[in-house]
């Protein structure tokens, strides 16, 4: 299995805390040997790790106090990319054209860890795995995985990927130095734009709200549809905080919706319904940044309301726009209910 070097961008923008303090580790002589980096999907956190398993296999040790960029003509990275190099070992699911769908990381997977561990690299040299979307560890390899972290071979490096650290296990987690990979600045996220989407029309400041600022998740969202949509629940986030928000405008906007997802194939369906969420959650953790103290309690509380619609909504099969009524009600009620109280 191989990550494949094309979808990694060569440069990773933001994240430099990051970098710094696995590098500040590492020259330390006292870094940790597994790291979990979580964030969002398409935030960096594959780019990240690959680009810490290169620095430790050697292929550049000269871009202190961060790491270098992945330069796909490193004899140290080609030989990674096309499963060569005999101190780097890549655990992902393969993920199927049609649905994109990872296939699960099973116990066979973690018994190839343990037979990559068992040979001693050679010296000055480490071993270096990199476990790629935890989510797709089945729960027998988890524990198979746990028994290998809790007594790692001397001189191996673990690499563990996930969208969210709560899907990791307690018990690995506790095993692991945690990276949080946060979204990129706006700042950081135009620099990336203007680096490899020289030729987009799109306003970088829309571009930057519908991807959340995560750069992996920019081509959802670079269609018309997806924009118009984008254009339309802007306004109405901004409406919801007042005593008594635009009900012609949220009727508009699920009509609008429903038809492009009705005509539009299950893929094209399934970005615009994301747009909807990262943009609600994007809106929610703008609005917590800047808010008092005392309202920090409600809103997270509304954060988790809102996570368990999206997740039971969909397991349900409910209909998008009862979903979107339900969110939107949720939201205007602890606005309006916390304001009240202060």
Same mark, same amino acid.
């Given at each position: 299995?191989?990550?494949?070097?094309?979808?990694?961008?060569?440069?990773?923008?933001?994240?430099?805390?990051?970098?710094?303090?696995?590098?500040?580790?590492?020259?330390?002589?006292?870094?940790?040997?597994?790291?979990?980096?979580?964030?969002?999907?398409?935030?960096?956190?594959?780019?990240?790790?690959?680009?810490?398993?290169?620095?430790?296999?050697?292929?550049?040790?000269?871009?202190?106090?961060?790491?270098?960029?992945?330069?796909?003509?490193?004899?140290?990275?080609?030989?990674?990319?096309?499963?060569?190099?005999?101190?780097?070992?890549?655990?992902?699911?393969?993920?199927?054209?049609?649905?994109?769908?990872?296939?699960?990381?099973?116990?066979? $997977?973690?018994?190839?860890? +343990?037979?990559? !561990? %068992?040979? #001693?690299?050679?010296?000055?040299?480490?071993?270096?795995?990199? @476990?790629?979307?935890?989510?797709?560890?089945?729960?027998?390899?988890?524990?198979?995985?746990?028994?290998?972290?809790?007594?790692?071979?001397?001189?191996?490096?673990?690499?563990?990927?996930?969208?969210?650290?709560?899907?990791?296990?307690?018990?690995?987690?506790?095993?692991?130095?945690?990276?949080?990979?946060?979204?990129?600045?706006?700042?950081?996220?135009?620099?990336?734009?203007?680096?490899?989407?020289?030729?987009?029309?799109?306003?970088?400041?829309?571009?930057?709200?519908?991807?959340?600022? $995560?750069?992996?998740?920019? +081509?959802?969202? !670079? %269609?018309? #549809?997806?924009?118009?949509?984008?254009?339309?629940?802007?306004? @109405?986030?901004?409406?919801?905080?007042?005593?008594?928000?635009?009900?012609?405008?949220?009727?508009?906007?699920?009509?609008?919706?429903?038809?492009?997802?009705?005509?539009?194939?299950?893929?094209?369906?399934?970005?615009?319904?994301?747009?909807?969420?990262?943009?609600?959650?994007?809106?929610?953790?703008?609005?917590?940044?800047?808010?008092?103290?005392?309202?920090?309690?409600?809103?997270?509380?509304?954060?988790?309301?809102?996570?368990?619609?999206?997740?039971?909504?969909?397991?349900?099969?409910? $209909?998008?726009?009862?979903?979107?009524?339900?969110?939107?009600?949720?939201?205007?009620?602890?606005?309006?209910?916390?304001?009240?109280?202060?």
């Amino acid at each position: 299995m191989s990550i494949s070097l094309d979808s990694l961008p060569p440069t990773l923008y933001g994240h430099k805390h990051c970098e710094e303090a696995f590098r500040t580790a590492y020259d330390s002589g006292h870094m940790h040997h597994a790291w979990l980096l979580h964030g969002e999907e398409g935030i960096g956190k594959t780019c990240l790790a690959y680009k810490i398993a290169a620095f430790v296999l050697g292929a550049n040790r000269d871009a202190a106090p961060y790491l270098a960029d992945i330069d796909k003509n490193n004899p140290v990275i080609k030989r990674m990319h096309g499963g060569s190099h005999p101190h780097f070992l890549l655990i992902t699911g393969d993920k199927t054209r049609r649905n994109k769908a990872s296939s699960p990381i099973t116990i066979d $997977a973690i018994r190839a860890i +343990h037979e990559f !561990l %068992s040979v #001693k690299p050679s010296a000055h040299a480490m071993n270096v795995v990199l @476990l790629d979307n935890f989510r797709d560890v089945v729960l027998q390899a988890s524990h198979a995985l746990l028994k290998i972290l809790e007594e790692p071979p001397s001189r191996s490096l673990f690499l563990i990927t996930t969208e969210h650290a709560s899907l990791v296990p307690a018990t690995i987690r506790s095993r692991c130095r945690l990276a949080r990979l946060s979204p990129l600045s706006q700042e950081a996220f135009s620099s990336y734009l203007t680096a490899h989407h020289k030729n987009i029309t799109q306003d970088h400041e829309d571009l930057y709200h519908l991807s959340a600022g $995560a750069p992996g998740r920019l +081509h959802h969202w !670079l %269609s018309p #549809k997806a924009l118009s949509l984008y254009q339309e629940l802007k306004p @109405l986030m901004t409406s919801i905080t007042q005593s008594s928000f635009d009900h012609m405008s949220l009727t508009r906007y699920l009509h609008h919706m429903e038809k492009l997802m009705l005509s539009d194939a299950q893929e094209d369906s399934m970005s615009l319904w994301r747009l909807f969420w990262d943009y609600v959650f994007y809106w929610l953790h703008d609005t917590m940044t800047h808010s008092h103290p005392f309202e920090k309690k409600a809103l997270f509380t509304l954060w988790d309301e809102l996570l368990t619609l999206r997740q039971q909504g969909t397991a349900l099969h409910l $209909a998008p726009s009862q979903i979107i009524v339900t969110a939107f009600s949720y939201i205007h009620t602890a606005w309006t209910t916390d304001k009240g109280q202060t």
